[in-house]
């Protein structure tokens, strides 16, 4: 019995310190930079995200390297921006959409009219924020962190995701480190930025 009750014991502790490494509210350089509501709203999209992939709040970190390998794999091979495979439907997010504050939305996103590619309508798309909070959070990790320089050097001079990153994350996966949370939480809103855009146009 005392066997029984050390093992449950040790695998509920080993649990709760998985979720507590995949929280983003235990990051030092989120917790340094956003509020705790703003928290509560990037976790929302981490953890949809997460869950798209088979990552839960209990995926040890090996098993989280390998869900985020196996999805980039999906798109390493990719000829155009419009083949790209996402694990989620534009219902999906949109039901996100509607979970998350609005004045947290606009501090990610903004919305641009653009012209279909397809038809001659006008089409509203969903691009990051040049101004919002956390394009500025992309450019302080920059200061440290290389492919978070990297991604804000191209979304600031071209205004937005380019086509060069997208296949550039798809198929050099390997150079950015999942295991810290803020490039796992760039990487949530970096495909959700992008299956916006995929589908409107």
């Not at 390998?66 to 000829?79: R, V």
């Not at 694990?87 to 999906?92: H, Y």
């Not at 969903?126 to 440290?144: A, H, T």
């Not at 950015?176 to 589908?199: C, F, G, K, M, S």
Request: charged letters at 25%; proline letters at 2%; hydrophobic letters at 35%.
């Amino acid at each position: 019995m005392k066997n029984v009750v050390l093992i449950l014991t040790t695998v509920i502790a080993l649990a709760c310190s998985t979720q507590k490494q995949n929280d983003l509210s235990n990051d030092k350089a989120i917790r340094a930079y956003f509020n705790e509501n703003e928290i509560q709203n990037l976790t929302k999209i981490q953890r949809f995200f997460d869950k798209s992939i088979g990552v839960t709040d209990y995926t040890n970190e090996e098993e989280i390297s390998s869900k985020y390998s196996d999805f980039f794999k999906l798109n390493s091979e990719i000829g155009m921006v419009s083949e790209i495979k996402i694990p989620f439907s534009m219902g999906a997010q949109n039901d996100l959409n509607k979970r998350l504050d609005k004045s947290f939305f606009n501090n990610i996103w903004i919305f641009k009219e653009l012209k279909s590619n397809t038809t001659a309508a006008i089409v509203t798309t969903m691009e990051l924020n040049p101004n919002g909070k956390f394009v500025k959070f992309i450019e302080k990790q920059g200061r440290q962190n290389k492919k978070f320089e990297n991604y804000y050097n191209t979304i600031r001079v071209a205004g937005g995701i380019t086509p060069s990153l997208v296949f550039n994350i798809a198929k050099n996966f390997n150079d950015y480190n999942i295991r810290e949370p803020q490039t796992r939480l760039l990487i949530a809103i970096h495909y959700l930025t992008i299956n916006d855009n995929v589908n409107k146009k």
